[in-house]
């Protein structure tokens, strides 16, 4: 904070300010206690596909660790925690039979959260589906709508009252760009035709959670949606083009459907062959009225036109001068503040939103020195990107909360645990957290509400 900025980043009363994590990211003992394997368990163990062979086996122990990560949250004045369950542990084969440890995990958790007056967000699913369910087809059987919609129906029965804000699924895009195109993360398959499909489970699948939570679930629910801005390299046309099947296969691919509109036209021009029409019902079903949407966001791209470019024939151009993360991801706060004004208009401005993950990749070190972990990169990001959110709120936009990606240092997914997004340090040798100078910020900004910033 600078004399002339004092106050001026106050953010509304009500703002919540929390943090983020994923269960397979940071819980370990993934088939403890009765626990069934999820495709992550599978993924992880299988050569080649993770960096340095890390696994989620015991990531940040948080299964065992959790009442001391209830504590952090407290010394981080976080008023909110973004969490995710596990489906394989709660429910070992993803139907049928409950596994009571499982469940008790998260019922403590919950419980130890409201104890401490910290709000739960809970994700119903955050990329680690049973592993017996992939068996079946996965995201690929269309019967996995219902699956979803019981698993959800379990959570929603046992936590109401005690959850009020639910999201259905952590980022389409990524579970099938990821999982089933370029086979980057779980299951690891490489289809145009089966994205296609799995895609369109996803998001029956939500619809159908949505549907069952307005039968017996109490609260609000909404999904998350990751959006990179799509910027044009050039005025060319073909850059304008390559700009538009961009946007339309990361951003539009799932929003679109979701806010009634259908899929992009552009997905018939990147998929070709691949694409391929759905009856209407599935729509009725996608585009479920919900009560909020959560952002995920990091990062820009600024598309080309490339033809050998598969499947949107564009490739980001690196923007040289501006800063990059650990992930190769540009630093670019107004282009937080563009995506939010952006979903306001695509949502029709009446869904309230939430900023559900911004964060940063930097090299920290791997233990603290003297007590402290200075990492005065991410405390730039946070800072900056915070005021980009205040930009945003000043233009009109309704964002309801922000939840700092990631709590504490974690599996970042095929990359291991060599990235690290964490406000709070993760030693991977003997599981010390300590608070890093970003985490002490965020603190002060919670605190003063924006205030300090
Ligand atoms: C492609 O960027 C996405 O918005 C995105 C970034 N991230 C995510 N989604 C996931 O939700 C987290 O599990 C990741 O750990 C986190 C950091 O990579």
């Known amino acids: 904070m600078t004399t002339e900025t004092a106050g001026k980043y106050l953010f509304p009363e009500g703002f919540l300010w929390g943090a983020a994590t994923a269960a397979y990211q940071i819980e370990g003992s993934s088939m403890a206690d009765g626990a069934g394997a999820s495709i992550w368990d599978r993924f992880s163990h299988t050569p080649g596909n993770m960096k340095d062979g890390d696994t989620g086996d015991v990531a940040c122990d948080h299964y065992k660790r959790w009442r001391e990560d209830i504590q952090l949250m407290k010394r981080l004045n976080l008023q909110?925690?973004?969490?995710?369950?596990?489906?394989?542990?709660?429910?070992?084969?993803?139907?049928?039979?409950?596994?009571?440890?499982?469940?008790?995990?998260?019922?403590?958790?919950?419980?130890?959260?409201?104890?401490?007056?910290?709000?739960?967000?809970c994700t119903l699913y955050h990329w680690d589906l049973p592993?017996?369910?992939?068996?079946?087809?996965?995201?690929?059987?269309?019967?996995?709508?219902?699956?979803?919609?019981?698993?959800?129906?379990?959570?929603?029965e046992k936590f109401k009252g005690r959850v009020k804000t639910w999201g259905t699924i952590n980022e389409p895009w990524v579970i099938v760009d990821g999982g089933y195109l370029h086979g980057a993360l779980a299951p690891g398959h490489r289809s145009a035709?089966?994205?296609?499909?799995?895609?369109?489970?996803?998001?029956r699948a939500h619809g159908a959670a949505v549907k069952r939570f307005r039968q017996v679930g109490e609260g609000k629910i909404g999904i998350v949606l990751n959006i990179e801005p799509k910027y044009p390299a050039s005025d060319k046309p073909e850059d304008e083009a390559a700009r538009r099947r961009a946007e339309a296969q990361m951003n539009r691919w799932f929003l679109d459907p979701l806010m009634g509109r259908g899929y992009p036209e552009e997905l018939k021009d990147v998929y070709g062959e691949a694409y391929r029409e759905f009856p209407q019902e599935d729509f009725d079903l996608i585009a479920q009225p919900t009560d909020w949407m959560g952002l995920n966001w990091y990062t820009r791209a600024?598309?080309?036109?490339?033809?050998?470019?598969?499947?949107?024939?564009?490739?980001?151009?690196?923007?040289?001068?501006?800063?990059?993360?650990?992930?190769?991801?540009?630093?670019?706060?107004?282009?937080?503040?563009d995506t939010l004004v952006w979903l306001h208009e695509q949502t029709g401005g009446k869904l309230p939103l939430m900023v559900t993950e911004n964060g940063s990749a930097w090299y920290d070190p791997p233990h603290a020195i003297d007590g402290r972990i200075h990492d005065p990169m991410r405390v730039e990001y946070l800072k900056n990107h915070l005021k980009a959110l205040h930009d945003a709120i000043g233009k009109g936009v309704d964002v309801r909360g922000y939840m700092a990606w990631s709590l504490l240092d974690n599996l970042e997914w095929s990359l291991g645990y060599s990235k690290r997004f964490g406000i709070t340090h993760?030693?991977?040798?003997?599981?010390?957290?300590?608070?890093?100078?970003?985490?002490?910020?965020?603190?002060?900004?919670?605190?003063?509400?924006?205030?300090?910033?």
């Open 80 to 121: 909110a925690y973004r969490f995710s369950v596990s489906w394989s542990r709660v429910m070992p084969e993803g139907r049928g039979a409950i596994n009571p440890k499982g469940i008790d995990f998260y019922d403590r958790l919950v419980d130890g959260l409201l104890e401490q007056g910290i709000e739960p967000l």
């Open 131 to 156: 592993a017996a369910l992939d068996d079946r087809g996965g995201w690929l059987n269309p019967d996995i709508a219902d699956w979803f919609a019981d698993y959800g129906q379990v959570l929603f």
């Open 193 to 203: 035709f089966e994205a296609m499909i799995a895609g369109h489970n996803v998001l």
């Open 302 to 337: 600024v598309p080309e036109n490339a033809p050998d470019a598969w499947p949107t024939r564009s490739r980001p151009v690196k923007q040289v001068q501006h800063a990059h993360t650990e992930t190769g991801w540009e630093v670019n706060p107004p282009a937080l503040t």
């Open 426 to 453: 993760v030693n991977f040798q003997t599981q010390e957290r300590t608070i890093k100078d970003s985490g002490l910020l965020y603190a002060e900004v919670i605190k003063t509400h924006g205030g300090v910033l």
